[in-house]
Each structure stands twice: as structure tokens, then as C-alpha cells.
């Protein structure tokens, strides 16, 4: 699972995207690089993405968590799930802040777009900002979330990587919830699921 950490550079606020775990590693990371988190997103409500988060704001001041309004229901199952599974999981916070798809989030000089992205789950949210697409489990290098977990719907899926991914900036870097990297362009061309 793929947790980022997007700062800016002028005001060394951060915002984290999908703390999946690893909290004191986390913590560390932001000491080190001298960045003060004022929010946590979850691009979706699935144990994976969100295990990090009570950690975080237990030790974290006046940190705000996002989440899709659509997911929060995935949020509060989040132990059911992770026990099937057979994971550790600490139950998450209520989010802050729940989101519909179309809000900005301002920190220091950076604007980031909530784009809601459904079909992996029904909450489901890519970040943009410029040059850069947070995706969690939509879309994957040559590849796309998986839909058959509670709520997934596969051509609901694709419409939203067609729709709403795919007319981004051919360079824009794609970084997914799991696996390396991409560009919407090289997804466009080679991914076989939007042939």
C-alpha cells in the first residue's frame, strides 16, 4: 500500500494521503523532512488505506481527516474487514470533514481537486493537483481497482477513470494506492482495461 506525503514548500505544511499504516514511521518522515500535517485524506474507506490514521491523530495537533461521505460506512466496518483478512487494524476516527467530489483543499501555496471517482468503491476519490493524480485503488499502472469487494461496480469503475482520469494531462504523473507509478498518458496508450 502506498501512503504520500504532499508538502509545500513554502509554508512546510503537508497534507497525507491514505495512511495505511506505519504511523510512528510516518511521524518520523515528517520530522525529518521538517513538514507539519494539517490534514489526512483517505482516497477511500477500505482497512488498507486508513489503518494509519488513529495513530496520526492522536499524535498530531488539530490534524483534519477527509473521507468521502460515500465510503463512511467502509470506514466503520473497517475491523470487520480487516479481521476476514487476519490483520491487526486500530479503528479509525470519525473523518472531520466528509467529502461529495468537486471541493478544493488549499494548503500553502498548493490547491488540490477532489475528484469522485466511484467503482472500486462507492466513496471513492483520485487528488489532482497539477502534474500530479492521486488515485488510490482506481487506477493502477496497466491495470484498474478490483470490483468485486461489497460496493465495487466495474463499468461504473471505468466510466470514472474515462471521465474523469483520463482527459488530465497526458504528462501528469499517476500515483496509485499500490504498485509504481504511471502517467495518464502511458495509461491512455497500454493499459488493456481502457482499450
Request: glycine share 12%; aromatic share 8%; proline share 6%.
Amino acid at each position: 500500500m502506498n501512503c504520500y506525503i504532499v508538502g509545500c514548500s513554502d509554508s512546510h505544511e503537508c497534507l497525507i494521503v491514505d495512511p495505511g499504516g506505519h504511523g510512528e514511521r510516518i511521524v518520523r518522515t515528517l520530522e525529518s523532512l521538517d513538514l507539519h500535517p494539517i490534514a489526512l485524506i483517505d482516497t477511500h474507506g477500505h482497512f488498507d488505506h486508513i489503518g494509519g490514521n488513529a495513530y496520526l491523530i492522536a499524535h498530531m495537533d488539530s490534524l483534519r481527516l477527509y473521507l468521502h461521505a460515500d465510503d463512511l460506512q467502509y470506514l466503520r466496518n473497517a475491523r470487520e474487514h480487516a479481521d476476514y483478512w487476519g490483520m491487526s487494524f486500530e479503528e479509525s476516527p470519525e473523518p472531520t470533514d466528509l467529502l461529495g467530489g468537486g471541493e478544493e483543499i488549499e494548503m500553502g501555496s498548493l490547491r488540490f481537486e477532489i475528484i469522485h471517482t466511484p467503482g472500486h468503491s462507492p466513496g471513492g476519490i483520485s487528488i489532482y493537483i497539477p502534474g500530479h493524480v492521486f488515485t488510490g485503488d482506481a487506477l493502477f499502472e496497466g491495470s484498474i481497482g478490483r470490483t468485486d469487494l461489497p460496493g465495487g461496480d466495474y463499468n461504473l469503475l471505468l466510466s470514472s477513470i474515462r471521465e474523469k482520469l483520463l482527459i488530465l494531462p497526458g504528462d501528469t504523473i499517476v500515483h496509485p494506492g499500490h504498485g509504481p507509478e504511471s502517467t495518464i498518458d502511458t495509461e491512455r496508450r497500454s493499459n488493456p482495461f481502457l482499450q
